[in-house]
């Protein structure tokens, strides 16, 4: 039900236009080709400026995990700004988009589904650490990712032991049901439900 998929495991590849890194977290089908994904979790390391890959039919949501941060302008004039730890933003993949880097290399999660075959939702979970920190979530959908993008947090499902996430770790469960999580520790989680359509 649940997989450990640990950062210091992921593997680094060209983007698509070959203008930086991204490493793939998950991916449905499994190890399916860029043009043939349902969707696609990544990390992508940003280290200059340009024009962003372009994927015609698919829902991007992008989140600033390093780095002081992007301007994201659309062709049409409209400018994503990302400027502060886990700003997010939301576009369609076929729009023609340039990056403007504000100080420097950045990273950054990307979350990529198929518009009509799927859909996702990231949220931002944070704990604070503190006495009062845990927090509890029921998750259900087809897959569930929990991806840790700030400090360490331990993740309990029903009455499992707790798993640990450190940075860029995630947790991936499939077909959770009114299943209960709770989180402890200091960070902040990306969580994301996918269902099928």
């Known amino acids: 039900m649940a997989t450990l998929l640990r950062g210091a495991d992921l593997v680094a590849a060209p983007w698509k236009n070959g203008g930086g890194l991204t490493r793939e977290i998950a991916a449905f089908p499994h190890a399916a080709g860029l043009d043939a994904?349902?969707?696609?979790v990544s990390i992508a390391d940003v280290a200059q400026a340009g024009a962003f890959s372009r994927f015609a039919g698919i829902d991007r949501t992008l989140v600033l995990l390093a780095g002081a941060g992007m301007l994201l302008d659309e062709e049409q004039g409209a400018t994503h700004?990302?400027?502060q730890p886990l700003d997010i933003a939301r576009f369609a993949g076929e729009t023609a988009i340039d990056?403007?880097?504000?100080?420097?290399a950045t990273r950054d999660?990307?979350?990529?589904?198929?518009?009509g075959a799927a859909t996702g939702e990231l949220e931002l979970w944070r704990s604070k650490g503190d006495a009062e920190g845990v927090?509890?979530?029921?998750?259900?959908?087809?897959?569930v990712l929990l991806f840790c993008a700030a400090g360490s947090l331990d993740v309990t499902l029903g009455d499992t032991a707790p798993v640990?996430?450190?940075m860029d770790d995630t947790l991936r469960i499939d077909a959770p049901e009114a299943l209960?999580?709770?989180?402890?520790?200091k960070g902040a989680l990306l969580a994301i439900r996918l269902q099928y359509l």
């Open 37 to 40: 994904f349902v969707w696609r």
């Open 81 to 83: 700004a990302l400027t």
């Open 99 to 104: 990056a403007r880097l504000v100080d420097g």
């Open 109 to 115: 999660f990307n979350l990529m589904v198929r518009r």
């Open 135 to 143: 927090s509890s979530r029921v998750l259900s959908a087809d897959v």
């Open 164 to 166: 640990t996430l450190g």
């Open 180 to 185: 209960t999580c709770k989180l402890s520790g």
